[in-house]
């Protein structure tokens, strides 16, 4: 095989320490030990200075990866993260030395692909999104145990609100932490659209509270309001942060499904740079959202969708169950369309996809979102339905003359 790298860098990073095996020629090596701690990744930086280093490799081993990285990125070392799955040893020894053997050899015949790593902006923006993602959920958790105390002392809030965070709900709760138990009293605590259903409401909030509820929504209720002040300071950190790229953020906002919220955890992920994936296939497939290429003997082994961005994936299916909803769009109409043929799951999948490609023509080309309508299906296809319903009303034994209108 040819050589690419004459001097390269195999790295088997763990948590405390790394391997580094270092090929000078094409026959000596040379191998050493360092801890992770900032100080060690320089003196590496150093040694792979004075060797002349061509270009370094490392598995995407949690984020242990992060920091050796950052630092290679400002000392302007090249390096690559490779996908762990890409670089299995063959079956033998397996130890850290022969790890870094080995990835230094595929590295020096070009047997592995780099990863795409985005740059230091959007990391951070990542990060922040991926964080803001993780207090919704929790704070949706939290929602749920303050539901489970609910039950508990038999107060059905939840079956005449629809969500116990808005404003009634948060002012009946409070009136409940309060001391306040009359249900009367309580009901009258609702605003808005709730009024309506105050006879309703009464009966639901008839229950038993006993003091030890109380100090249990207590803590329930300052940790929510914590958690919302935290989303919303998160919420403008990452304005703050997607000032240049506002453009992409409303053009994404267009799309049926997609909020705000969402388009900055999209962006967050792919960037607005389409130029690192070389069509809007491997954009698919990086995201994980086309089948996987498994075929033997001319029968396809599997169409499960590959392994990509889980976190591209579950923003893009979330928005995808919201767009369905839109019975005038276009992806409704394809949703319907695959579901009867598929199922619901396989319909879901492959709007998400639809709603990929189109996220990478309005990045890559910068041009608004076109809908094609819910009707689109019937204008392309028009000769086709009605020589099937033409062929259906003969089977039935009527003669069909076609008169165009």
């Given amino acids: 095989m040819e050589v690419l790298y004459k001097r390269c860098c195999g790295i088997d990073i763990h ?9 000078t020629s094409v026959r000596k090596k040379e ?6 701690m900032t100080e060690d990744i320089l003196q590496l930086v150093s040694w792979l200075k004075e ?5 370094a490799a490392m598995e995407s081993t949690g984020s242990y990866w992060k920091p050796v990285y950052n630092i290679f990125e400002e000392e302007c070392i090249p390096i690559m993260v490779v996908n762990a799955q890409h670089i299995k040893g063959v079956p033998g020894r397996k130890t850290d030395v022969k790890d870094a053997e080995w990835i230094a050899d595929l590295v020096r015949h070009g047997l592995v692909k780099a990863s795409y790593i985005p740059g230091r902006e959007q990391r951070e923006l990542r990060e922040i999104t991926r964080y803001r993602q993780e207090i919704i959920e929790e704070r949706a958790r939290e929602l749920n145990r303050i539901q489970a105390v609910l039950e508990g002392c038999n107060v059905k809030l939840s079956s005449v609100i629809t969500d116990i965070s808005g404003k009634s709900g948060m002012a009946i709760l409070k009136a409940i932490i309060s001391g ?18 105050i006879g309703e409401m009464q009966k639901a909030l008839q ?8 100090k249990m929504l207590r803590h329930q209720l300052i940790h929510i309001e914590s958690l919302t002040s935290l989303i919303m300071d998160l919420d403008a950190d990452i304005k703050k942060k997607t000032e240049s790229i506002d453009w992409a953020v409303e053009a994404l906002d267009a799309m049926p499904g997609i909020g705000r919220q969402s388009a900055e955890r999209i962006l967050a992920e792919t960037g607005i740079e ?5 069509n809007e296939s491997r954009f698919s497939s990086w995201a994980g959202l086309v089948p996987e290429c498994k075929e033997s003997a001319g029968k396809k082994m599997s169409t499960r969708i590959r392994k990509g961005n889980k976190y591209l994936k579950a ?9 369905i909803r839109n019975k005038q769009s276009y992806l409704y109409s394809r949703y319907q369309r695959i579901a009867a043929r598929r199922g619901g799951k396989r319909a879901l999948i492959a709007v998400a996809h639809t709603m990929l490609i189109a996220i990478y023509h309005i990045l890559k080309e910068k041009v608004p979102y076109h809908d094609l309508g819910a009707d689109y299906y019937s204008v392309v296809n028009q000769e086709k339905i009605i020589k099937r319903n033409i062929r259906s009303l003969e089977k039935l034994g009527v003669n069909v003359i076609i008169q165009p209108e």
């Fill in 31 to 36: 191998i050493r030990q360092f801890s992770t």
């Fill in 180 to 197: 306040e138990s009359d249900p009367v009293i309580l009901s009258e605590l609702a605003k808005g659209k709730a009024r309506n259903k």
């Fill in 274 to 278: 389409m130029e690192h994936f070389q």
């Fill in 207 to 214: 229950g038993r509270i006993l003091e030890h509820q109380r």
């Fill in 315 to 323: 923003t893009l299916v979330e928005c995808a169950r919201v767009a």
């Fill in 15 to 23: 948590k405390n320490m790394m391997v580094a095996c270092v090929f």
């Fill in 51 to 55: 060797t002349d280093c061509e270009m």
